[in-house]
């Protein structure tokens, strides 16, 4: 079975603060995601990288930022943190989509910025 | 710009009483839609892959279909378990991310 692990299951931070979200895979796999979910709006993609060393931004990347030195971890990193970056953010990972692979999910980690 | 749809936000079930669940998209050229259960402080779940109108998949109480322009999720004699957001998402060729919904919250009733 696929296994993402997110460090954190909950988190309190304070406004200003630099947030470090980690997410680790043992699939092996080659992509890997953050999103953030929020009720009503749905997942939407902050960031995602196809391979270590490489990103893209997604729809929302705005006051994230991302790093990925090994294949397996995928780091999400709020560089000054707000109260509207509460929420929930979740890490997923998949093998490239040539293969019609589905993304897997972690649980989750739920960010409260005061 | 890729777009997924669901609907109904939210059903209610008494147990046994089958229902369907519905996912209308948008997409220039459909690679994969996906659907996935999420259960209340957990990520999603996946569930099935679809890649052309007029395939189906099984598992359980649960079948999904679809067609060019929707997909819908079938569950039959729906159990408390099967209590859940469903969630619907859509690929498109020649890209690696993916396109959600905001999902149907779907409570069944002893």
């Known amino acids: 079975d696929v296994k993402v692990t997110q460090s954190s299951r909950y988190l309190v931070k304070r406004t200003g603060e630099k947030v470090f979200l980690e997410c680790v895979q043992d699939?092996?796999?080659?992509?890997m995601f953050w999103y953030r979910q929020d009720p009503g709006l749905g997942l939407r993609l902050i960031y995602f990288?196809?391979?270590?060393?490489?990103?893209e931004k997604g729809d929302i990347p705005e006051g994230y930022s991302v790093s990925r030195e090994k294949k397996e971890r995928f780091s999400l990193i709020l560089e000054s943190a707000s109260t509207n970056q509460t929420s929930m953010y979740l890490c997923?990972?998949?093998?490239?989509?040539?293969?019609?692979?589905?993304?897997?999910f972690g649980d989750g980690t739920r960010l409260s910025i005061l | 710009e890729d777009q997924v749809t669901q609907s109904p936000e939210a059903l209610r079930l008494q147990e046994g009483e089958s229902s369907s669940l519905n996912c209308s998209y948008t997409?220039?050229?459909?690679?994969?839609l996906f659907w996935y259960r999420q259960d209340p402080g957990k990520g999603p779940e996946f569930l099935f892959t679809?890649?052309?109108a007029g395939e189906e998949k099984e598992k359980e109480r649960l079948k999904a279909t679809l067609t060019k322009k929707e997909s819908f999720l079938h569950i039959t004699a729906p159990k408390p378990e099967d209590s859940a957001t469903y969630l619907c998402?859509?690929?498109?060729?020649?890209?690696?991310?993916?396109?959600f919904g905001t999902g149907t919250k779907l409570q069944v009733i002893p």
């Open positions: 997923a990972s998949s093998f490239p989509s040539e293969g019609n692979q589905p993304q897997h």
């Open positions: 699939m092996d796999h080659e992509n």
């Open positions: 990288s196809y391979d270590v060393k490489m990103k």
């Open positions: 997409v220039s050229g459909l690679r994969g």
């Open positions: 679809l890649y052309s």
């Open positions: 998402a859509v690929q498109a060729r020649g890209y690696q991310k993916v396109t």
